[in-house]
């Protein structure tokens, strides 16, 4: 049940599945979206036009929207870019929960959640949802040298 976590972490390509969770938290929960984009702040506005179109309230997209962190620092050069770091860490996290992610979208996210862990952003005893939205269909243009699974 997703109302039994403090923060719900998803990655962000159109903002659509965001707008949804958000408009779904439960009270004091927080969504934090990652864009896959780099310069990735313009998802705020994306999210606001998908918000509006069912809310039709400015306000109620503004109360929406105040649950609602935009991590824009972990697009490791932008839509369906990788990285050294990134293909290493894909491999590391799947060695350790047997999860494939993809590069476009769930390592990013993935990255991003374990990166702010350990730079103790979120409080002490935080209840953390990560939504993999599969996506792994990427993964076919990378070559067996750079992934193990």
């Known amino acids: 049940?997703?109302?039994?976590?403090?923060?719900?972490?998803?990655?962000?390509?159109?903002?659509?599945?965001?707008?949804?969770?958000?408009?779904s938290l439960?009270?004091?929960?927080?969504?934090?979206?990652?864009?896959?984009?780099k310069d990735g702040r313009f998802m705020e506005g994306e999210m606001r036009k998908h918000l509006y179109y069912f809310l039709m309230e400015?306000?109620?997209?503004?109360d929406v929207m105040a649950n609602v962190s935009i991590i824009a620092d972990y697009h490791f050069g932008g839509y369906a870019k990788k990285t050294p770091t990134l293909l290493?860490?894909?491999?590391?996290?799947?060695?350790?929960?047997?999860?494939?992610?993809?590069?476009?979208y769930t390592a990013k996210l993935m990255f991003g959640i374990y990166d702010l862990?350990?730079?103790?952003?979120?409080?002490?005893g935080s209840r953390i949802l990560a939504i993999h939205s599969g996506g792994l269909q990427g993964n076919r243009s990378l070559t067996n040298t750079d992934l193990i699974f």
């Open 117 to 124: 862990i350990q730079k103790d952003y979120f409080p002490k």
């Open 88 to 104: 290493s860490f894909m491999n590391s996290f799947y060695s350790k929960t047997q999860i494939p992610t993809d590069f476009v």
């Open 58 to 62: 400015e306000h109620a997209v503004d």
């Open 26 to 37: 439960s009270e004091g929960q927080k969504l934090m979206a990652f864009p896959v984009f």
């Open 1 to 23: 049940d997703h109302r039994n976590y403090d923060v719900i972490c998803c990655a962000c390509g159109t903002g659509a599945t965001a707008s949804g969770i958000a408009m």
